[in-house]
């Protein structure tokens, strides 16, 4: 293939919550999608239009791309112009990336290559994360090159998400997106292909500065989260109304304090700072040590229903939300699910009612506990003896609060001030 081919075809490796999205975007804007994911239930679902988890305005676009045969789903990987990996990029050891997905999918890549592909790193990951996939490549095809513009070269580029679940659909198309490739031709390449489906401004740079940005977007946020998290245990040990608090503070013209939680959770605040971290673990005091204030708060959350559970024979909690965050099923890194799996072990003689309006069968980590059940919303506040909401999903902000009077109420999101 000739480097300066149009990228028609691309293959999608990984079809979760943001290699999916993506998929169906470059679909819909013209390109022929072929999406690889290593479960089959998904490679079927997809090539029935049906999505395997909750984003809202995906099934519709899905539908629609598949129909028109753009956008199809497999198991093997297959030839295409570009690929675009968006696969997990999970914790090993002292919380250092593990990189063996990254690697499974290059490997998975690289006999399919004639020269002149773009080889898409999205996956959020440590710097140096693209070097190496295009390294694990290269070793594999000694006849490549990535040194640009010749017959024989390859385009390694990193375009790192930044995008808010339960709106995936509009900021993967309207946010503006940091493309750093590991040659300026790559980072090109890699802007052209971006530019058919985003509206947003495209920012090139080098592969480990936009890896470096996407983990810096986030420690900035969980460094602020764990201010308000400490803030809020302080508060509350002071008599203080921490959400009064911060509203009151966030008056000042340069202050902007976000809300405490029960945690820090999800696929990208919880995890990426821990990638700067293990990337330079002498200099990173102040993101380790929020890191472990967001890590420490739901042990907090626990003490306090387990001190409040004391007054009762057999208590029964009502566990409001086990979601990362609200109006969406991702349960990954979530600490109101660890949480309500924790009360079910220390709860002596509880139950657990757990209501997440998202999903319809409690998750794996559940198994093998006999006084946890999913709940409707009413029925669990009726059989309650302690209502805990730990996340503000649209159903529990309008739910009528007379029926919380004679109930203890932990509320560890402010939804109910």
């Not at 773009?118 to 190496?132: F, N």
């Not at 998400?161 to 390449?189: C, F, H, K, S």
């Not at 939680?261 to 971290?277: L, N």
Request: aromatic residues 6%; glycine residues 6%; contains cysteine.
């Amino acid at each position: 293939m000739s480097p300066n081919t149009p990228l028609e075809t691309v293959g999608v490796i990984g079809l979760g919550y943001i290699g999916l999205p993506t998929a169906a975007v470059l679909a819909q804007a013209g390109k022929r999608v072929i999406g690889v994911d290593v479960k089959k239930s998904s490679v079927d679902a997809i090539n029935a239009s049906q999505v395997p988890f909750v984003e809202e305005g995906l099934e519709t676009v899905l539908a629609g791309v598949v129909a028109q045969g753009k956008l199809s789903a497999q198991l093997e990987t297959p030839e295409a112009d570009a690929y675009i990996v968006s696969v997990p990029t999970p914790f090993k050891g002292d919380h250092d990336a593990d990189l063996s997905y990254i690697e499974a999918a290059a490997n998975g890549i690289a006999p399919k290559l004639s020269g002149g592909e773009l080889i898409v790193l999205e996956s959020t990951a440590p710097p140096g994360a693209t070097e190496h996939m295009a390294k694990i490549i290269l070793d594999a095809r000694p006849e490549f090159t990535d040194e640009p513009n010749l017959a024989n070269s390859l385009y390694f580029s990193h375009a790192p998400e930044r995008v808010l679940p339960g709106r995936i659909m509009i900021e993967m198309v309207e946010n503006d997106r940091i493309i750093g490739g590991t040659t300026q031709e790559a980072a090109e390449l890699n802007r052209d292909l971006y530019a058919s489906f985003c509206k947003g401004e495209l920012l090139l740079t080098d592969a480990k500065t936009a890896e470096m940005a996407k983990l810096t977007e986030n420690a900035f946020r969980d460094v602020n989260i764990a201010f308000a998290n400490e803030l809020s245990i302080i508060a509350e040990r002071q008599g203080i109304d921490v959400w009064e608090l911060i509203e009151l503070a966030n008056h000042h013209p340069r202050v902007n304090i976000l809300q405490p939680g029960p945690g820090v959770g999800g696929h990208c605040i919880a995890v990426d700072p821990w990638f700067i971290v293990s990337a330079d673990r002498e200099y990173s005091k102040l993101i380790a040590t929020a890191r472990n204030v967001n890590d420490s708060k739901p042990e907090h959350v626990i003490e306090k229903v387990l001190g409040r559970a004391d007054r009762f024979k057999n208590p029964t909690v009502a566990a409001l939300g086990i979601a990362f965050k609200a109006n969406i099923d991702d349960l990954r890194e979530s600490p109101s699910k660890d949480i309500a799996v924790a009360l079910a072990d220390r709860l002596t003689g509880g139950t657990v009612l757990v209501v997440e309006p998202n999903i319809e069968a409690l998750p794996k980590e559940f198994d093998g506990r006999d006084n946890v059940e999913l709940a409707e919303l009413d029925d669990a506040v009726d059989r309650a003896d302690i209502i805990l909401l730990m996340v503000d999903h649209d159903s529990f902000k309008d739910f009528d609060r007379e029926k919380l009077q004679e109930k203890i109420v932990i509320d560890t999101k402010g939804l109910w001030r």
